[in-house]
C-alpha cells in the first residue's frame, strides 16, 4: 500500500457523534487525498490537501473537514455523523511523474458505519 | 465536471481468454487516464495508466488504449488467471487533484 497507514482500519459510531479517520504516510508525498467508496458510485472525492495547511474541497465536501498539520498525516473530521456517511473511506497520496499529472497510490480503507 | 462511464459492470472469462473494460470520459481537458485493480478488502492498486500524448501502452499482459477523438479508453487483459479475478476501475484527470473514477467492473476468471 506505497507506505500508507490508515487509523482505525473499522469504526462503528452513533449518529451525531464527531469521528475523525486518519491517514499516515512514509513517502513523503506532497499530494494527498481522502475518498470515499459506494456501491454504484466509485470513488469519490471528499478533500485534499497540497501542502501543510493547504486544503481544497473535492466533489463530495459537505459534512467533512480536514486538517494537514505535518507532511506525513491527514486528517478526515466527521463532525456530527450521520447515516449517509456509512462508507468506505481512503486515503490517497500523490506525487508527479511528469507535466501536471499526479499518479495516486491509496491506503487500505476505514470501514465506518454510523448507526 | 468530469464524468467517466464504465462497461461492463460484470464480466466474466475463461482462463487464458482475454478480457475488455471500456470507458468514456466526458471533459476534453483530461489528460491522464489511470487503471486499478481493487481485490476485496484492499485499497485500489494502480496496475497501468497513459497519457493523453500516447495512443497505446502495455505491459505484459495488461494494455491500454486511448481514443482522445472519441473520448474512450480501454483496458485489456490477454491469457487471464485466476489472480486476475477483481475489481477494476477506470478514472481520469485533468491536473493534479481532479480524479474521476468509473463505477467499476468485476472480472471473475472462471479456472
Known amino acids: 500500500d506505497a507506505g500508507i497507514t490508515q487509523s482505525p482500519r473499522h469504526k462503528v459510531t452513533e449518529t451525531g457523534t464527531p469521528v475523525t479517520l486518519r491517514c499516515h504516510q512514509t513517502?513523503?508525498?506532497?499530494?494527498m487525498y481522502w475518498y470515499r467508496q459506494d456501491p454504484g458510485h466509485g470513488l469519490r472525492l471528499i478533500h485534499y490537501?497540497?501542502?501543510?495547511?493547504?486544503?481544497d474541497k473535492g466533489e463530495v465536501s459537505d459534512g467533512y473537514s480536514v486538517s494537514r498539520s505535518k507532511t506525513e498525516d491527514f486528517l478526515l473530521t466527521l463532525e456530527s455523523a450521520t447515516s449517509s456517511q456509512t462508507s468506505v473511506y481512503f486515503c490517497?497520496?500523490?506525487?508527479?511523474?511528469?507535466?501536471?499529472?499526479?499518479?495516486?497510490?491509496f491506503g487500505p480503507g476505514t470501514r465506518l458505519t454510523v448507526t | 465536471g468530469e464524468n467517466v462511464e464504465q462497461h461492463p459492470s460484470t464480466l466474466s472469462v475463461q482462463e487464458g481468454d482475454s478480457a475488455v473494460i471500456k470507458c468514456t470520459y466526458s471533459?476534453?481537458?483530461?489528460?491522464?487516464f489511470p487503471w486499478y485493480k481493487q481485490e476485496l478488502g484492499k485499497g485500489p492498486q494502480l496496475i497501468i495508466d497513459?497519457?493523453?500524448?500516447?495512443g497505446e501502452k502495455k505491459d505484459q499482459r495488461i494494455a491500454v488504449t486511448l481514443n482522445k477523438t472519441a473520448k474512450h479508453f480501454s483496458l485489456h487483459i490477454t491469457e487471464t488467471q485466476p489472480e486476475d479475478s477483481a475489481v477494476y476501475f477506470c478514472?481520469?484527470?485533468?491536473?493534479?487533484?481532479?480524479?474521476?473514477f468509473g463505477t467499476g467492473t468485476r472480472l471473475t476468471v472462471i479456472p
Open positions: 490517497a497520496i500523490g506525487g508527479t511523474s511528469g507535466g501536471n499529472n499526479y499518479e495516486q497510490y
Open positions: 513517502e513523503n508525498h506532497r499530494y
Open positions: 490537501s497540497y501542502g501543510v495547511k493547504d486544503t
Open positions: 471533459d476534453s481537458a483530461s489528460n491522464y
Open positions: 497513459i497519457r493523453s500524448n500516447v
Open positions: 478514472a481520469a484527470q485533468r491536473g493534479a487533484n481532479n480524479l474521476f
